[in-house]
C-alpha cells in the first residue's frame, strides 16, 4: 500500500505524475516493500497493468495491485503474491472511479548501508526500472 505524496483535488490529480512509496508484501516479486513508484495519475488502465487505488472500504488507504479485468462492477484487482491478499478476492471489483493512476517506473533508494563505489554501482545498475503490463500476468491471475 502506498503512501502519495502528492494531493489529490476531488479525485483529480494537480499534477499528471506523482510518487509513491509501496509498504507490504502484496506485488512480490514485481514490486518489493519500499519501492518507490512514480504514478502516472488518470492514466487509461488496461487488464495487466499495475495502478494505484483507493482501498474501497477504507478511501484514506492507497493500494497497489494488478488490474486483472474489467467487470460490470468495477476493476478486478489482484496482488503478485498470491499468498499476501488484500485484494479483489477480500472486496470484490473496484469501482472504476477508485483508480487514481498508472505505475510507470519503479526504483529502490539507496540504503544506508550502501556507501561503498561497489555497492553504489550495483544500486544503480538494478534500482530504477520501468513497470510493464504483464498480459501473461493477467492471465495467470484471472483464474485465481
Do not use: C
Request: a positive charge.
Amino acid at each position: 500500500m502506498p503512501e502519495l505524496s502528492q494531493e489529490i483535488d476531488r479525485g483529480r490529480a494537480v499534477l499528471p505524475f506523482g510518487l509513491a512509496e509501496v509498504t507490504g508484501p502484496s506485488m512480490v516479486p514485481t514490486l518489493h516493500h519500499g519501492d518507490r513508484l512514480v504514478v502516472q495519475y488518470g492514466a487509461r488502465t488496461r487488464p495487466g497493468d499495475v495502478i494505484v487505488l483507493r482501498h474501497p472500504f477504507q478511501q484514506d488507504l492507497l493500494v497497489v495491485k494488478r488490474a486483472v479485468e474489467l467487470r460490470e462492477s468495477g476493476w478486478w484487482v489482484l496482488g503478485d503474491n498470491g499468498y499476501a491478499g488484500g485484494d479483489s478476492t477480500d472486496y470484490g471489483a473496484v469501482p472504476e472511479e477508485l483508480v487514481l493512476g498508472r505505475v510507470r517506473f519503479r526504483y529502490r533508494p539507496l540504503g544506508p548501508d550502501r556507501r561503498s563505489p561497489l555497492a553504489v554501482l550495483r544500486w544503480a545498475l538494478s534500482a530504477a526500472r520501468l513497470v510493464f503490463p504483464d498480459r501473461s500476468a493477467s492471465r495467470r491471475l484471472r483464474a485465481r
